[in-house]
Every structure is written in structure tokens, then in C-alpha cells.
């Protein structure tokens, strides 16, 4: 049997600059015994530095084991989704619908498109059509118009900046969502214009949206490569199975 190394929150208490060089001592450590370090810590950041894969807990109950770049891009429901990264995952509860034959989601004062390969990515959804999901956005998925000029129609959000947070790299906006008590935060251009108080035009990423079961909280979710992704589906009624089945057969025939 190899090496194991076990660390529990080696590095609490330290500097940024002394940390960083602790954790890349722990990474040659690592190297030089090809050891296989299990690594115990509160901070998903360090969690995300240090590990190849990451196993989250809640309450002594596993949630998710995956690579990092899994547990960002696919979340297999709302306590892993608002775990991993900062800030954390912007989250409301929003209405699915169909407008002009293309699936949106409502929140608050928004609507927002919902893109195709979303939509195929994560089937499932069009069983909540005219339902509420929990929407998530993260923060990095948001950017000032004024940097955005290629965005796609209908991806707009105009708001008012309550507050904004100066970062060395990027700029950190929050607003509030009508009809909600949810405030959002944007990371945005480091030379955006946006302050306190003022109107501010933002653009989303809507190839990135994250859908969550309000009841379950589980992500909304197929893979489509057979991999062990949950796939959430509530049951339709028959006459909403029978016009979504009649809607599939009219665009598979229509010409293109």
C-alpha cells in the first residue's frame, strides 16, 4: 500500500502569502512520495487548490465527489451549487414558461431566454414549463454591457447598483430583485462605470444558468453522456404529455 497522507485544516490561522506557500510545499510533498493525501478543510477554495477530487459533506451525509471543474459546472443540487465558489451562486425562485415558442424563466422583474443546448443538455426542464424552478446564476456569468457588445439580444438585465466592492482584478455589484428579497452580485469589468445608486445595464451568460427542484432542492439536470448525474423529472399530467409529444413531431417535420 502507498503512502497516505491525512491532513485536518493544517493551514487555518496563516497569511495569504504564508499560506499559499504552505499549500505549495503540501503539493511537492505530495509529488515527491506520490502520496495520496486526504485533505480535510471548511474552505471550499483550498478544497479546490489542493484536491484532484473533492468529496463535500452536509450534516455527515455525502452530497457529491467529483472533480472540481464538475462540482463548478454541474452541482448536483442547491448545497453544492452555493458551496462552491465566491461569491457564492446567486439563487431565486423563478416561472418557466414559453415565449414565442422559446422556453424563458421570470424572476422579478426579468425574463430571460433560455438557450437551446440548455434546453437539451437538461431535458428535464421542460417538465417544469409554467412551473417555478430555483434559478442560479454566479456572479461571473454576469458583465457590464459596456464590455459586452456581442451579447445576444434579450440578455439584458437593467438595474440599479446598490453597492459595489473595488477588487484588484474585477468589481463586485449587488442588486436587488423586485417582488423578491433576494440581492444579486455581479463580478463585472475592473473599469466598469457602475456605482451606488446609479442605473446599471448587465448582460447574462444564459448558456450557464443553473436550475434547481424547489421541493428537493436537486439539480434540474441530464447527462447526456451516461454519467452519473441525477435526472430530475416530475410526472405530467396526460394532456400536457400529449401537446408536448404533438410539439416534438410538428418541429421534427417542419422544414428547416
Known sequence: MGLVLVADEPLPSLDAELRAQMLAEVHEL???????????????????????RIA?????????VDTPERLYERPVNQF????????????????????????????GQYRLPVD????????????????????????????????????????????????????????LVHFSVASSAAVFV???HPRTAAREG????????????????PETGAAIAGDASGGP????????PPAQAASRSAARESAASSPR
Open 116 to 171: 437551446d443546448h440548455l434546453v437539451a443538455e437538461r431535458e428535464a426542464l421542460l417538465d417544469y414549463e409554467r412551473q417555478e424552478v430555483i434559478l442560479g446564476i454566479r456572479p461571473e456569468d454576469f458583465e457590464d454591457a459596456a464590455f459586452a457588445s456581442d451579447a445576444s439580444p434579450g440578455r439584458a438585465l437593467d438595474t440599479v447598483c446598490t453597492s459595489r466592492e473595488t477588487r484588484a482584478s474585477d468589481v
Open 186 to 188: 455581479a463580478r463585472v
Open 56 to 64: 463535500i459533506m452536509r450534516n455527515g451525509r455525502l452530497q457529491q
Open 198 to 213: 446609479k442605473p446599471l445595464h448587465l448582460v447574462v451568460d444564459t448558456k450557464r444558468l443553473h436550475f434547481f427542484d
Open 30 to 52: 505530495r509529488r515527491k512520495f506520490a502520496a495520496t493525501t486526504i485533505y480535510f478543510t471548511r474552505d471550499p477554495a483550498k478544497g479546490m487548490t489542493m484536491g484532484n
Open 80 to 107: 453544492v451549487a452555493g458551496f462552491i465558489g465566491s461569491p457564492t451562486m446567486n439563487m431565486v425562485t423563478a416561472h418557466v414558461a414559453r415565449t414565442d415558442g422559446d422556453l424563458t424563466v421570470s424572476f
Open 229 to 236: 448525474e441525477r435526472l430530475i423529472r416530475r410526472p405530467r
